[in-house]
């Protein structure tokens, strides 16, 4: 089973985001800061981290900058509003996909790099 580590301030998109992705089959851990989702990739081991760009204590970049330079396998995407950064491989990023109330895109990136990272091994 995959495991995916989802970070975002909003303790309502937290709950949401882990109910769909647990009913697509993945194993899921939720965060709220970006200490925390750096603090839980080191034990959880997640084949992909989806978090938002602006979090509480730190820059969700900065936090994906951190995984990456822990565990390199890991998959990235930022789930924000805005505009993604204009270089996000500099920031570990794999993918970025627009935060709105349809989560269908957010699913679809997930599955495709699940299956990239099941290709891998």
Same mark, same amino acid.
């Given at each position: ?32 800061? #970006? !200490?925390?989702?750096?603090? @839980?990739?080191? +034990?959880?081991?997640?084949? *992909? ?5 602006? &979090? ?35 920031? #570990? !990023?794999?993918?970025?996909? @627009?935060?709105? +109330?349809?989560?269908?895109? *957010? ?5 495709? &790099? ?8």
């Amino acid at each position: 089973m995959r495991r995916i580590l989802f970070g975002d301030s909003e303790p309502h998109i937290r709950l949401l985001c882990r109910e769909e992705l647990e009913e697509e089959g993945y194993e899921v851990q939720v965060a709220g800061s #970006g !200490g925390e989702i750096v603090r @839980l990739a080191e +034990s959880f081991k997640p084949h *992909l981290v989806i978090m938002e760009v602006l &979090l509480p204590d730190m820059s969700g970049l900065e936090a994906g900058r951190m995984v990456k330079g822990t565990t390199k396998e890991t998959r990235i995407i930022y789930f924000s509003h805005g505009h993604p950064p204009k270089d996000l491989s500099a920031w #570990g !990023g794999d993918a970025y996909v @627009l935060k709105t +109330s349809d989560l269908e895109p *957010l699913k679809k990136t997930v599955r495709y &790099l699940c299956e990239l990272n099941s290709s891998r091994h």
